[in-house]
T-cell receptor, first 113, second 114 residues
Framework: KAGVTQTPRYLIKTRGQQVTLSCSPI?????VSWYQQTPGQGLQFLFE???????NKGNFPGRFSGRQFSNSRSEMNVSTLELGDSALYLCASSGDATNEKLFFGSGTQLSVL | GESVGLHLPTLSVQEGDNSIINCAYS??????FIWYKQESGKGPQFIIDIRSNMDKRQGQRVTVLLNKTVKHLSLQIAATQPGDSAVYFCAEKRGGGGGFKTIFGAGTRLFVKA
């Protein structure tokens, strides 16, 4: 089976712009979680989707949003980018409804200038 | 707040020695704990997990110990190899809001000296 695929791998944006990141989970996995990773804050939970429904959300401002499609692929969007949004954004999929074992993609490295 | 903490940010060991990475968690209601390994340029990778009804679980060269009394988790790596050099995260699964989320610790960087 192919692993979790995230695109693009690298992205450079300027303040005020918006960005959309994509994640394709492992085939058959219905749960997708998103994390932000920075050197200072570590891995911070953004949100989790299961069967197109957001089940859980982390403590991030409303500028961060996401969605999941019927094929389980997911996208996250960040609007009005700030310098502090520069981070590695990781997507993980899980094959069980309780998200016990996560399979991560290699992430999208976002740089905001 | 939500946190799973680490005792040491870096650990340096000699190749062939055993490594022990420690972790403290804050939520006494958590019932499932996981260790992940992250190599440079990659996402975290599952290593081993343990449920709260256990105090020890062994895998291939790795052992996880859970002490619920003091809310402490540790990962032991036997005969550490250069390929074990990475950042290791402890994590716990938490429910709420109809779904589940995995909360990660800050991470410990393991250096293996040849």
């Amino acid at each position: 089976k192919a692993g979790v695929t995230q695109t693009p791998r690298y992205l450079i944006k300027t303040r005020g712009q918006q960005v959309t990141l994509s994640c394709s989970p492992i085939s058959g996995h219905r749960s997708v979680s998103w994390y932000q990773q920075t050197p200072g804050q570590g891995l911070q939970f953004l949100f989790e989707y299961f069967s197109e429904t957001q089940r859980n959300k982390g403590n991030f401002p409303g500028r961060f949003s996401g969605r999941q499609f019927s094929n389980s692929r997911s996208e996250m969007n960040v609007s009005t980018l700030e310098l502090g949004d520069s981070a590695l954004y990781l997507c993980a999929s899980s094959g069980d409804a309780t998200n016990e074992k996560l399979f991560f993609g290699s992430g999208t490295q976002l740089s905001v200038l | 707040g939500e946190s799973v903490g680490l005792h040491l940010p870096t650990l340096s060991v000699q190749e062939g020695d055993n490594s022990i990475i420690n972790c403290a968690y804050s939520n006494s209601a958590s019932d499932y704990f996981i260790w992940y390994k992250q190599e440079s340029g990659k996402g975290p990778q599952f290593i081993i997990d343990i449920r709260s009804n256990m105090d020890k679980r062994q895998g291939q060269r790795v052992t996880v110990l859970l002490n619920k009394t003091v809310k402490h988790l540790s990962l032991q790596i036997a005969a550490t190899q250069p390929g074990d050099s990475a950042v290791y995260f402890c994590a716990e699964k938490r429910g709420g809001g109809g779904g589940f989320k995995t909360i990660f610790g800050a991470g410990t960087r393991l250096f293996v000296k040849a």
